[in-house]
């Protein structure tokens, strides 16, 4: 398993798609960084926004009453995996913790990371998912992190799902 993080979030227009775009805790090799697009519904990108940018909205969203509930069943995230891939349909298994237990739960890759992004667990990507999902991200020498991702968010706002099956 190799850590992620999300890398940025890509916001088209309102009631398109948005990209979650992954990337692996992972030393660059050669100047390329992979990284892992993943299409998602506007609501789940909200819902992901809230969680990375630590909004605390004045009513529980539907991922707060989840915590909320983990919470008083003195359980927690534990840490997540995406561990399949299948066309474009990503997979994943949430694990909690509750006293010595380890509860896995099959769980949308959305979901599960904006859990744990709210209690601060890991996420990870099984080896296999990262070979067959990731895209190389070429590192330009001397380029800002700020800089670079502008242009990846360009990029990728011309990118189509069935660009990634070719």
């Known amino acids: 398993m190799i ?6 979030m890509i916001f088209t227009q309102p009631d398109q798609p948005a990209i979650m775009v992954l990337e692996p805790d992972e030393p660059a090799i050669a100047g390329k960084q992979r990284i892992v697009p993943i299409w998602i519904g506007a609501q789940e990108a909200m819902q992901l926004g809230v969680a990375l940018e630590q909004v605390k909205p004045p009513r529980p969203l539907t991922h707060d009453l989840f915590i909320d ?17 299948a066309g474009q349909t990503f997979f994943s298994k949430m694990y909690l913790r509750q006293g010595g237990r380890l509860i896995e739960l099959d769980a949308r890759p959305t979901d599960a990371i904006a859990l744990a992004i709210r209690q601060g667990a890991p996420f990870y990507i099984d080896e296999d998912v990262l070979a067959r999902a990731s895209y190389p991200f070429i590192l330009k020498e001397g380029a800002d992190k700020e800089t670079e991702l502008k242009e990846f968010d360009s990029f990728i706002e011309n990118l189509n799902p069935e660009d990634l099956l070719k």
Do not use: E, G, Q
Not at 3 to 8: A, D, N, Q, R
Not at 73 to 81: G, N, S, W, Y
């Open 69 to 85: 509930a983990l919470t008083n069943l003195d359980a927690r995230v534990d840490h997540v995996v995406v561990n399949d891939v």
């Open 3 to 8: 850590p992620l993080h999300v890398l940025t």
